[in-house]
DNA sequence: GTCCAGGTCGCGC
DNA sequence: GCGCGACATGGA
């Protein structure tokens, strides 16, 4: 007999929750899934007790500032130190605890539709953990939409540890699991393509403890030292390290991928003059807002 | 069948 | 520091 139990989160003001969750494409990648219908998050996690919680993530009120209910569900009890972990892990998710004032003054000074923003947008939701974010960006580059959804799924299910009232939902692998498998096997079980060795070495590094994500999570390290770090992750290029900053909260970098340029080709060039220079630059005066800026500006663009 | 994707690596200059 | 081909895989 499962069981339930539900946990409440007053969000920090301003704060607009369907926003945070459709900032991009994270919600449907497992084992995250978006229900239209609830406007909610499901995802499934490990727990410190060894449990395994379905977690439904939503919001009560309809408008953006209401509450914000964590429904889990478990095979047994949970205990106090699981409830806690999950309250951290869907702050850190949803970023209740970053502080957007800087970037709503600019938006407040710039005016027009900037001001769309003010009403608690600007938070892109991310995962529990860094490496499930660093292997999610990794499977992003060089490849559509679907095929990330794909390589993710793979992992998930090949790799994630089952809940146990539904075995067919997984939480996303922990780094222990994938570097238990040999390269060679790991490279069978999983379709990653080339990617499947800087994964799987990701992995191996994290779980023999020499690389320490806690590095990159450390805010008193200059941003250029964190970017370095990332950079050094085989399969972390410039894109995918600018991503990976705005995940971490540090928004100088904009992230230069097709995206980038379709938006900024369309909006601000002529016909085949983009030049990605000239278009970085034009987000200059954001400050430490750049990327932030212009995620935002394509998201309410569409 | 052929092309190529929310790029990155490793090489040669 | 810059240009360039190779890169696995499966969907378009």
Redesign the pocket.
């Known amino acids: 007999m499962p069981n339930n139990h539900r946990l409440v989160i007053d969000p920090p003001q301003p704060f607009d929750f369907h926003s945070t969750i459709t900032s ?2 994270w919600a449907v990648l497992l084992p995250n899934a978006y229900n239209p219908e609830t406007n909610s998050v499901i995802r499934v996690d490990p727990l410190p007790s060894g449990k395994v919680a379905h977690l439904n993530i939503g919001s009560d009120a309809e408008k953006s500032g209401g509450q914000i209910t964590v429904d889990v569900q478990t095979a047994r009890p949970l205990n106090q130190g699981d409830e806690r972990f999950i309250l951290n892990s869907v702050r850190h998710m949803l970023r209740l605890d970053e502080d957007y004032s800087g970037f709503y003054k600019l938006c407040r000074k710039k005016g027009g539709a900037w001001k769309n923003l003010l009403a608690g947008k600007g938070r892109m939701i991310r995962s529990p953990s860094l490496f499930e974010d660093l292997v999610k960006v990794i499977c ?9 959804k ?1 390589m993710v799924g793979e992992l998930v299910d090949v790799y994630g540890k089952p809940f146990d009232p539904d075995p067919a939902l997984k939480t996303f692998p922990e780094p222990e699991s994938i570097a238990g498998d040999a390269p060679e096997v790991f ?1 069978t079980r999983v ?4 990617r499947a060795e800087y994964i799987h070495g990701l992995a191996v590094n994290i779980a023999e403890g020499s690389f320490s994500l806690d590095d990159l999570k450390d805010e008193s390290v200059p941003t250029a030292e964190v970017r370095k770090k990332l ?1 050094s ?9 600018a991503s990976m900053l705005m995940l971490l909260g540090r928004y100088d970098e904009i992230p230069v ?3 980038f340029r379709d938006f900024m080709s369309q909006n601000y060039f002529d016909e085949g003059a983009f030049d990605p220079k000239a278009a970085v630059e034009m987000y200059a005066d954001w400050g430490e807002w750049k990327s932030l800026a212009y995620w935002f500006e394509m998201l309410e663009s569409e």
């Not at 992750?233 to 390290?241: E, F």
Request: proline share 0%.
């Open positions: 991009h494409g992003t580059t060089n490849i559509q939409w679907g095929g990330t794909r490279k379709n990653l393509g080339y950079k992750i085989k399969g972390i290029g410039d894109y995918a390290a991928d097709t995206v």
